[in-house]
């Protein structure tokens, strides 16, 4: 079994930083590409960064220039830090990525976190 854990959320004044994690257990050969999204109250979820297999990244447009999206193979690990945070990146954020298992190291599969929840108040 395969189990994504985000953590790293909280409360956090405008102008602060929260770094996210992402974990990926249990019988993991290969955390591929990952993605971070996030759901504010009454909006659709949207995607937030995206990091491949080779450690290309990309941005949401609200967000370029304040996240950066990385990653740690060894700990299978996928990072979300949030610089200069602003009220309207409050939402729960969800990570999500293509995984390879030992059972099978052919194929991969799609997996998601619980979301943690980042809240930018004064």
């Known amino acids: 079994q395969v189990q994504l854990v985000e953590s790293g959320g909280g409360s956090v004044q405008p102008g602060g930083s929260l770094r996210l994690s992402c974990t990926a257990s249990g019988n993991v050969f290969s955390v591929n590409n990952a993605n971070w999204h996030r759901q504010a109250p009454g909006k659709q979820r949207e995607l937030v960064a995206a990091?491949?297999?080779?450690?290309?990244?990309d941005y949401a447009d609200s967000v370029k220039g304040r996240f950066t999206i990385s990653r740690d193979n060894a700990k299978k690990t996928v990072y979300l830090q949030m610089d200069s945070l602003k009220p309207e990146d409050t939402a729960v954020y969800y990570c999500?990525?293509?995984?390879?298992?030992?059972?099978?190291?052919?194929?991969?599969?799609?997996?998601w976190g619980q979301g943690t929840q980042v809240t930018v108040s004064s």
């Open positions: 990091i491949t297999w080779t450690d290309s990244t």
């Open positions: 999500n990525a293509f995984i390879t298992t030992t059972d099978d190291i052919r194929y991969q599969d799609e997996y």
